[in-house]
C-alpha cells in the first residue's frame, strides 16, 4: 500500500470541486454506478439514481459549501482510501437560514477498466452529538 500526502490528491479535490458546484451531475461523473453514500441520519444510499434523487432534492433546498481537508490517502491496486475532516455551511433557498457542521469522513476510489478513477463510497459523520446532515 502507498501513502501520499499530495499528487494522488488530486481525486480529493476533484470531487470536493465538484459537490461545491451544487451541481447533482458534475457530482454524478465522478461516481462509480454502485456507489454508496453513508450520510448522517440518512439511510444509506446505493448507485447513482439514489444519489441523484437525493442530491436534487439537497441542492434544491440549499446552497452549499464544503471545506474538506484530506488527512491521508492510500492506494492499493485499483482502490485508494481518502480520510477527511470538514466544515460545512448550508443556507436555505427559500429563508437564507444557516447551518452548519463539522465532521469527518472516508471516502473510497476505485479504478475502472477504462484506467479512470472513481468514488465508490463516502461515508460521513457529524462532530455534534445527534445531529443530522
Same mark, same amino acid.
Given at each position: 500500500m502507498t501513502?501520499?500526502?499530495?499528487?494522488? @490528491?488530486?481525486?480529493?479535490r476533484?470531487?470536493?470541486?465538484a459537490?461545491? /458546484?451544487? +451541481?447533482? %451531475?458534475?457530482?454524478?461523473?465522478?461516481?462509480?454506478d %454502485? &456507489? &454508496?453514500?453513508?450520510?448522517? @441520519?440518512?439511510?444509506e444510499?446505493?448507485g447513482?439514481d439514489?444519489i441523484?434523487?437525493w442530491?436534487n /432534492?439537497?441542492?434544491?433546498a440549499f +446552497?452549499?459549501?464544503?471545506d474538506?481537508?484530506?488527512?491521508?490517502f492510500?492506494?492499493s491496486?485499483?482502490?485508494?482510501?481518502?480520510?477527511?475532516?470538514y466544515?460545512?455551511?448550508?443556507?436555505?433557498?427559500? %429563508?437564507?437560514? &444557516?447551518?452548519e457542521?463539522t465532521?469527518?469522513?472516508t471516502?473510497i476510489?476505485?479504478?475502472?477498466?477504462d484506467? /479512470?478513477?472513481?468514488?465508490a463510497i463516502?461515508s460521513w459523520?457529524?462532530?455534534?452529538?445527534g445531529a443530522?446532515?
Amino acid at each position: 500500500m502507498t501513502t501520499s500526502q499530495s499528487g494522488e @490528491g488530486a481525486l480529493h479535490r476533484r470531487y470536493v470541486e465538484a459537490i461545491n /458546484s451544487n +451541481d447533482v %451531475d458534475h457530482i454524478l461523473a465522478l461516481l462509480s454506478d %454502485d &456507489v &454508496v453514500f453513508q450520510a448522517p @441520519g440518512e439511510p444509506e444510499l446505493i448507485g447513482k439514481d439514489a444519489i441523484r434523487e437525493w442530491g436534487n /432534492s439537497f441542492f434544491e433546498a440549499f +446552497d452549499a459549501h464544503w471545506d474538506k481537508t484530506e488527512l491521508s490517502f492510500e492506494r492499493s491496486g485499483d482502490l485508494a482510501i481518502s480520510r477527511y475532516i470538514y466544515s460545512a455551511r448550508y443556507t436555505g433557498r427559500d %429563508d437564507n437560514a &444557516v447551518m452548519e457542521e463539522t465532521g469527518k469522513g472516508t471516502c473510497i476510489y476505485r479504478r475502472g477498466e477504462d484506467g /479512470s478513477w472513481r468514488l465508490a463510497i463516502d461515508s460521513w459523520s457529524t462532530n455534534e452529538a445527534g445531529a443530522e446532515g
